[in-house]
């Protein structure tokens, strides 16, 4: 076999490897996430008569998350969370909607023992919570600041598609102070606490995928 001839053979395949190299990858640069789950409001403590059960539902996630690399990346997602009364509370119902910007770290590096197909993240990353009342106490409205750190178990079903496990906590930045509770009722700028389920899924492609 000629020179010239191992030469293109040699390049041929080096373009072949690149471009699967490059499409099993690119399944992990974009991808969206949809999740459905329970949440925790957590007040401040003080015993005003207002407190929430310790499940609520539902909690709604949605993403948009990019990797740089193999384990380190970017995401924003939007959550809805919808709480109400325990049945030794005074009534009321709550929605708390975030929105967070987050790095996302994925651990699979690290965490060689797991099976091939699992890997774990963790995301943190600051963001904006919007608590509203219902009812009776729909003007106690606030927007503040939050601070949100959480852990998902990942499983791959196939190139393109996972299904993950979050637990996150959205701690709140805001000073504390709350609407006048004799004069205007329940009003809520605490923390969240949330657990979902959902499905994690490849928004950049695998034309070149076995």
């Not at 053979?9 to 490059?22: A, E, H, S």
């Not at 990942?154 to 959205?170: K, N, Q």
Request: charged share 15%; with cysteine.
């Amino acid at each position: 076999m000629g020179i010239k001839l191992k030469y293109k053979l040699f390049l041929g395949l080096l373009v072949i490897m690149c471009f699967k190299t490059f499409s099993q990858r690119a399944t992990e640069q974009w991808k969206g996430q949809v999740a459905l789950g329970i949440n925790n409001p957590i007040d401040n403590g003080e015993n005003d008569g207002y407190y929430t059960k310790y499940i609520n539902i539902p909690s709604v996630n949605l993403g948009l998350q990019h990797m740089f690399s193999e384990s380190l990346g970017a995401k924003l997602d939007v959550g809805f969370n919808r709480s109400r009364n325990a049945d030794s509370s005074l009534e009321f119902k709550l929605n708390y909607t975030r929105i967070n910007a987050q790095m996302v770290f994925n651990s699979k590096d690290l965490l060689t023992f797991l099976p091939e197909h699992m890997w774990v993240v963790a995301h943190a990353g600051p963001g904006v919570s919007f608590t509203n009342p219902l009812g009776n106490f729909a003007n106690n409205k606030y927007t503040y600041l939050n601070g949100l750190a959480g852990v998902e178990l990942h499983y791959r079903l196939s190139r393109e598609l996972s299904i993950y496990g979050d637990v996150s906590y959205a701690l709140s930045l805001s000073n504390k102070e709350k609407y006048n509770l004799n004069v205007d009722g329940f009003s809520f700028n605490g923390d969240l606490i949330y657990a979902t389920f959902g499905l994690s899924f490849s928004l950049s492609g695998c034309g070149y995928c076995n």
